[in-house]
């Protein structure tokens, strides 16, 4: 699984200004450099005097009011304007603060002071250059104003000059060492820039100087708290609570501490002291709102930090982490709009275009997405988590070369980044690569122990590369590390089931039903595969949403390459509710009405929109008198089963009536299955290395008029292309015996026994029965010298070879041992108990599996030995030594499909029975399409009775096993050619419904009235 990395957001504590503005606005009446026009009346001076006190007490508008109050006595009382330019400045009133100190230096233009003043305005105002100038004018005025000094240093730091903020500083305290407030400003530079003892030194001296200095306090405790000394930083922070209870910041800083230390209740309390001293105190709530993330009270989260963004309109992190928030809550436009919000205000903030690109990518909106991530790289060449996310696009493309690039490049960068290692594997394990996958996701374990997802994608590694033990490890580790992981939960069972591992069986399989009825609650994809599902006892209703969820999945991602490309809207109108709202919203901008709107203008502007829709989807020619177009897709044209069997369809179709194309989505093995197919095909087309996307158009320009699934859910599937509708009809056929669940498959290909209609509610599509058997084989072209019957002598020679007793009766069955369940084993250690002088012959695979069946052989009070495993061997070899069985036994629960047609061309009776699943029903129809229907049971008794009576009446077994020998070359069941004309007439039943205008419906085709072409 794919792990996408998601920037948490930066806990901030509040710093201080480097430099106050300059407190005593009221000029000495002794300077030199300002003499006064004429002195204040005496009830001028009064008021002056009162807002200087005002103002000394913190008392701003008090003393804003004063001072208006006086100058509507004296409007050129220049001192009146300087105080009153600094209350401004302290209520944050800039603009009024340039103003007044503006008007006393017109009254006097050689104050210095006013200067200065006036400079601090002007730099918040964000007037660097302007405020400069009326530092240097200060300066210029008064060549030893400390003031001046520091507080052009402070500019130079906002400008980032910090050399020339250090002479600043340095002049500054040459002039007047006794200010504690420069040297705090000077800390502060060594401080941010590393220089650590020399900014404690510079604290210091302001402490000596004004040992109530909280700032300074708290500004050593931060430089204890970087150096990781915890306990120091507290004890200095609590000091500085001392000297001034009433400092928010102290209380503020010692609730990060405790936040950072995951103590969130006393990190609570001490956030709840600084807001109870500073109401309006930003960081703070933001800092709640991050320990309510961490709690997963999310929307207390996304209040405090709305509350943050409220009070600081400019708090770039608040808005990045409350899309964060909003996010998870699945509120993922509000998300969008927070992340937006945040890059209004920092154009070049990393962590929000990677957030924003991760919400994009949810939305399927791939583009949009790799914009982001590429954007937060441009921001931050270091930014190892956008590195891997790109990388989890360009995977997720297909681009497995380009994804790794990027994953190495995030891992250069933290080369102790878990999760890039972890999804590094994913990509490699894409690319066939399992051993550089397991070292990946080894190197994400050793970084990181508890990375229960790095656990579990090594399992699947381990478990693809047939390494079962070591999968089920570590799946069991990934539960222990994260109880509630369904997927880990879900591939364990499968990974039991596989190497018939039992212990504990029902109380799994009550956990996997339980997660699979949340997720589908909650609209989530399954952690079940739909191919997994077949060997569970799943109901009709569970494997269909299975299916239908997992079809969803693919209609998504159509819609992300539909909204990135509109000549994929092809004529062919989707069936798929998803794609028809991504061609609306696309392609008709709006249908707005207002009640002032007429009638006649709202139908007018609902045609319009009507037939721009319309126009959107591609066309194409329009079928003309030509043969029909046949499209096979399939990623098993090679050394496979499906190639085994079908090998020869290809080639037979009737070139008269038909065109056939086929679409490989893997590259040539170089297998002499691949060579035949490709040899007797005209139209062949490799799409391994071609997107989704490509590959419809390709079909689509190729004017396919039936396009034939043969993968469905199995490994390899590309069902997206299916999801762009490329043909008029689609269905599903061979690979996956069990319903698509997709409306964009029109037609099941099956039969009569498989899917009968009263079990149609199993099927979302319509069902296309043939007139026989649906499943087809290529045993009489491949293997004809199976078909010779063992002399006795023959017989006994080949159960010496394979370890079975000459004079016993043999059991068999040769499927992989995953479709055995407890039931179906429980029949057949009864079968063995009533049968006294009976072996089971089984096929060792996979290995792992054969102690575990031995053991519940004992369990059940079977001699294990009376179980016989052969290994797997090569085809022939594997059909033809089946010949020294007696009789076969099915596994009901999901049926020998290949492996029954093998036994049958062997000459070997297949015992079934049948339950209401698709892929139970498959043998039934194998013999009764060889004109056996007798070896059909209606129940496991009526199974287990009849395999009991088959071996103890050898005379009746002897002409069943006869019948099968001699209807081998016959009966429909292996007539392949005879299939292939089945099946064209299914094409053209389906083509002349579609020509009429007709909507697909289930269809029955009838057999044959007598063999040779077919009527046109």
């Known amino acids: 699984m794919q792990q996408i990395a998601v920037d948490p957001g930066s806990l901030q504590c509040f710093k201080g200004g480097m430099a106050e503005p300059t407190p005593e606005a009221r000029p000495n009446s002794k300077s030199p450099a300002f003499s006064p026009l004429k002195a204040p009346s005496n009830k001028v001076s009064s008021l002056i005097e009162l807002a200087q006190r005002q103002y000394t007490a913190g008392a701003y508008e008090q003393a804003k009011n004063t001072c208006i109050a006086a100058l509507s006595l004296d409007q050129q009382a220049v001192d009146v304007h300087l105080l009153l330019g600094a209350v401004f400045c302290k209520l944050k009133d800039f603009t009024s603060a340039v103003s007044h100190n503006e008007s006393a230096l ?55 000059h910090y050399d020339l903020a250090l002479e600043c500083f340095k002049t500054a305290l040459s002039i007047n060492q006794s200010s504690p407030n420069t040297w705090a400003n000077l800390g502060e530079l060594y401080k941010s820039s590393g220089h650590h003892l020399d900014a404690q030194h510079c604290f210091v001296k302001a402490l000596n100087l004004q040992p109530n200095n909280a700032r300074c306090w708290c500004a050593i405790a931060t430089i204890m708290k970087e150096k990781g000394h915890i306990a120091q930083a507290i004890a200095l922070f609590v000091e500085a609570i001392r000297h001034c209870p009433t400092n928010a910041e102290a209380y503020a800083r010692l609730g990060n501490i405790h ?72 509120r993922i436009h509000e998300a969008i709009n927070a992340y937006r919000m945040c890059l209004r205000i920092r154009n070049d903030h990393p962590h929000a275009f990677n957030n924003l690109g991760n919400a994009m990518k949810d939305l399927g909106r791939v583009q949009e997405a790799m914009t982001c991530y590429q954007a937060a790289i441009r921001c931050n060449c270091h930014f190892a988590a956008a590195q891997s996310n790109l990388a989890s696009l360009l995977k997720e493309q297909g681009k497995s070369d380009l994804a790794i690039a990027c994953y190495r490049e995030a891992i250069r960068i933290d080369p102790t980044f878990a999760d890039a290692y972890s999804n590094m594997g994913n990509a490699y394990k894409d690319a066939g690569n399992l051993q550089d996958a397991i070292a990946s996701y080894l ?26 033990n070591e999968a ?65 006892p799943l109901n009709a209703a569970e494997i269909i949403s299975i299916s239908m969820k997992y079809a969803e999945k693919a209609s998504l991602q159509a819609c992300a390459y539909l909204a990135l490309d509109p000549l994929l809207a092809f004529q062919f109108a989707p069936p798929c509710p998803l794609l028809r709202n991504t061609l609306t919203s696309h392609y008709v901008s709006s249908l707005s009405s207002s009640s002032s709107s007429s009638s006649s203008s709202s139908s007018s502007s609902s045609s319009s929109s009507a037939s721009s829709l319309a126009s959107a989807f591609i066309t194409r020619s329009s079928p003309r008198a030509r043969k029909l177009r046949i499209g096979y897709v399939s990623s098993d044209f090679g050394n496979h089963p499906l190639s085994h069997l079908m090998q020869s369809v290809f080639g037979f179709h009737d070139r008269r ?14 297998s002499q299955w691949r060579q035949k197919i490709e040899e007797e095909n005209d139209h062949f087309a490799v799409l391994s290395q071609v997107s989704d996307a490509e590959a419809a158009k390709r079909i689509f320009c190729d004017e396919i008029d039936i396009l034939v699934n043969l993968n469905g859910y199995t490994k390899g599937a590309r069902n997206e292309i299916f999801a762009l509708c490329p043909a008029p009809i689609q269905m599903l056929y061979m690979g996956f015996p069990g319903t698509m669940g997709a409306s964009y498959i029109d037609y099941l290909i099956t039969d009569s026994v498989t899917s009968p209609p009263h079990l149609s509610d199993f099927y979302t599509e ?100 009376r179980l016989v495993f052969t290994d797997v061997a090569v085809k022939e070899e594997y059909i033809a030594r089946g010949r020294a069985a007696d009789l ?129």
């Open 443 to 468: 190197m994400a374990i050793r970084l990181k122990p508890t990375f229960a997802d790095a656990h579990s994608n090594l399992a699947s590694t381990y478990k693809d590369s047939g390494l079962i």
């Open 472 to 536: 089920i490890h570590y799946y069991r580790q990934a539960i222990t590390l994260k109880p509630d992981f369904p997927d880990a939960l879900c591939n364990l069972v499968h990974s039991l089931q596989f190497v018939s591992s039992w212990d504990n069986r029902d109380l799994y399989l009550d956990q996997l039903r339980r997660c699979l009825k949340q997720q589908l609650s909650q609209g989530i994809c399954p952690s079940v595969q739909p191919f997994h599902a077949l060997c569970y």
């Open 888 to 1016: 076969c036994l099915d596994t009901p629960l999901c049926n020998g499909h290949t492996t029954g047609c093998d036994v049958l061309w062997a000459g070997v009776p297949v015992l079934t029975c049948p339950l209401e699943k698709m892929a139970s029903r498959v043998a039934a129809s194998l013999v009764s399409a060889l004109g056996v229907p007798e070896l059909v049971t209606d129940s496991f008794t009526d199974y287990e009775n009849k395999a009991v009576w088959l071996a103890s009446h050898t005379a009746e077994l002897k002409e069943l096993r006869n019948k099968v020998e001699r209807n081998r070359t016959s009966a429909p069941l292996f007539d392949t050619r005879k299939w292939v004309r089945d099946l064209e007439r299914c094409f053209e039943a389906v083509w002349e419904r579609h020509l009429l205008g007709l909507p697909p419906t289930s269809i029955d085709v009838a057999p044959e009235e007598k063999s040779g072409e077919p009527p046109r």
């Open 259 to 330: 936040q950072e230390l995951h103590q969130h209740d006393e990190a609570l309390g001490f956030y709840q002291h600084a807001l109870a001293l500073k109401s309006n105190y930003a960081m703070v709530y933001a800092n709640m709102a991050a320990i309510f993330y961490e709690r997963r009270d999310l929307q207390r989260c996304v209040d405090y930090y709305e509350h943050a963004t409220q009070l600081e309109p400019n708090f770039a992190d608040a808005f990045n982490n409350m899309g964060n928030a909003l996010k998870e809550t699945g």
């Open 657 to 670: 009536y038909f065109d056939i194309f086929l679409y490989a989505l893997t590259p040539s093995d170089n």
């Open 106 to 160: 017109q009254i006097n233009s050689n104050f210095p002071e006013g200067w200065n003043n006036l400079g601090n305005a002007l730099k918040e105002l964000g007037s660097f250059e302007q405020a400069a100038v009326c530092y240097s004018r200060a300066i210029s005025l008064k060549p030893r104003f400390a003031d001046a000094f520091n507080n052009l240093a402070g500019l130079h730091i906002q400008q980032g």
């Open 766 to 865: 319509s069902l296309l029965r043939m007139p026989h058997c649906y499943f087809v084989n290529d045993h009489k072209q491949s293997y004809p010298n199976v078909l010779h019957i063992l002399t006795p002598e023959e017989r006994a020679c080949m159960r010496t070879q394979y370890g079975l007793p000459h004079t016993a009766f043999v059991f068999c069955n040769f499927c992989q041992l995953y479709k055995l369940d407890p039931p179906t084993f429980d029949a057949w250690c009864n079968i063995l108990h009533r049968t006294p002088n009976s072996v089971l012959w089984l096929l060792r695979f996979p290995p792992l599996a054969e102690p575990n069946i031995r053991r519940e052989a004992i369990a059940r009070g079977i001699d294990p030995s």
